[in-house]
């Protein structure tokens, strides 16, 4: 189908673009953006403009389960929607090959590794190897809190959550006996990398792997370093609470991108342009995890999606975590990790790890931040977009 315009210079997606989806997530189409671009950036696309550039920008839904949008500069409507199109067409095929949930014919993907777990090794894409290696490097760098072999556990989770939201009123926790049972089959090192043959293997057959908690980080950084491979060099991938920056905007008022941290007491309320801080950078990724986005209720408290791998339930600690990286994807696996761990541990940790920065929003409100995250925030820190 065609592309349609609405209002100067906004890109976006024709009717019936993007129908897959990686889960089963009922919120899908209220499309919660964790990290929310800030409205002055947004509207009105004609105006800002440098040596022949123009900003526009493209959205689309049905990649990882949220809205994915591109903004950035260009000489041209054209050459902005070729990068855009790029962009998507790119996100939808790792799509395909993280997900957990369906199969796609001529493509072995990570459901596929799941559906062999205990039979065989799998012939899978340089980029599964690479995602799986990553996860596991970054497991024991950060003392194994984010575990992409505890897929058993989280399929539970997942299970009674969809029955939750389709049955309010019959919502459950899922039975402690049943999570333990499951737990017995996360053991990380029995999943089995061969990078030279390209194969991945579950040696235990009750086993399976979530890449949750990294795949859409990861493939913000593919699609972003690809983009910049092809020429681009100004531009902004905001993929749920997962926001990429490459280079500063090609406009003559400011220096840096701005990017909205989304409130969660706002999120709770879908009240996506409630704002809590403004983070300013021209350089690298911001990544939140909250616990306002996937969850159910149980008898009046919400439980997300969030499972703290020693108590098997959802971490209470904080009511979002937000982390900068230059990498999407260590930003995207750093979020998790640190919102599943007690203050004290949490903070030690990212004050230990070179590049890493992060904000803490605890349950009554209060924040705590890095010195550096808080060096980029506006209220925080008193940082502007020169």
């Not at 997606?13 to 990290?35: Q, Y």
């Not at 054209?78 to 997900?99: I, N, P, V, Y």
């Not at 389709?166 to 089995?192: N, W």
């Not at 950078?281 to 919400?302: E, L």
Request: with cysteine; net charge negative.
């Amino acid at each position: 189908m065609a592309v349609g315009i609405r209002g100067t210079g906004v890109i976006l997606p024709a009717p019936g673009m993007g129908e897959l989806v990686v889960s089963k997530n009922r919120k899908l189409l209220k499309a919660f953006i964790w990290f929310v671009l800030l409205a002055a950036m947004l509207s009105g696309c004609s105006g800002d403009s440098m040596a022949g550039y123009t900003r526009y920008s493209y959205e689309f839904l049905g990649s990882f389960d949220t809205v994915i949008r591109f903004v950035g500069y260009a000489k041209s409507q054209r050459e902005f929607e070729t990068m855009a199109k790029s962009g998507e067409t790119r996100f939808m095929e790792l799509h395909r090959l993280f997900d957990i949930y369906n199969d796609y014919e001529g493509i072995n993907n990570i459901k596929t590794i799941n559906d062999n777990a205990g039979i065989k090794p799998v012939e899978v894409s340089r980029e599964i190897i690479d995602l799986i290696q990553f996860s596991k490097e970054w497991y024991n760098k950060t003392g194994g809190t984010v575990n992409i072999a505890l897929g058993q556990v989280l399929n539970i989770w997942h299970e009674y959550r969809e029955r939750g939201l389709d049955d309010p009123d019959g919502a459950r926790l899922p039975p402690m006996e049943e999570l333990l049972e499951a737990k017995q089959y996360c053991d990380i090192s029995k999943v089995i990398v061969d990078p030279d043959d390209n194969t991945v293997f579950l040696a235990d057959r009750n086993m399976s792997i979530d890449v949750g908690a990294i795949a859409k980080g990861f493939a913000v950084e593919i699609v972003a370093k690809e983009l910049q491979e092809k020429g681009y060099s100004s531009f902004l991938i905001s993929a749920g609470g997962n926001v990429k920056v490459v280079g500063r905007p090609m406009d003559s008022t400011r220096s840096k991108w701005g990017i909205g941290i989304l409130d969660p007491d706002g999120a709770a309320q879908d009240e996506e342009n409630s704002t809590l801080d403004t983070i300013y950078i021209n350089q690298g990724s911001a990544v939140t995890s909250g616990d306002y986005q996937r969850y159910y209720t149980v008898d009046g408290r919400r439980y997300h999606h969030l499972i703290d791998p020693e108590t098997l339930m959802p971490a209470f600690h904080y009511r979002s975590v937000t982390v900068y990286a230059m990498d999407s994807a260590q930003a995207d696996f750093m979020s998790t990790t640190l919102f599943l761990l007690p203050y004290e541990k949490s903070r030690k940790l990212a004050d230990d790890m070179e590049g890493i920065e992060a904000m803490w929003v605890f349950p009554d409100g209060s924040i705590q931040a890095t010195d550096g995250m808080k060096s980029m925030l506006k209220v925080l820190g008193g940082a502007t977009n020169k």
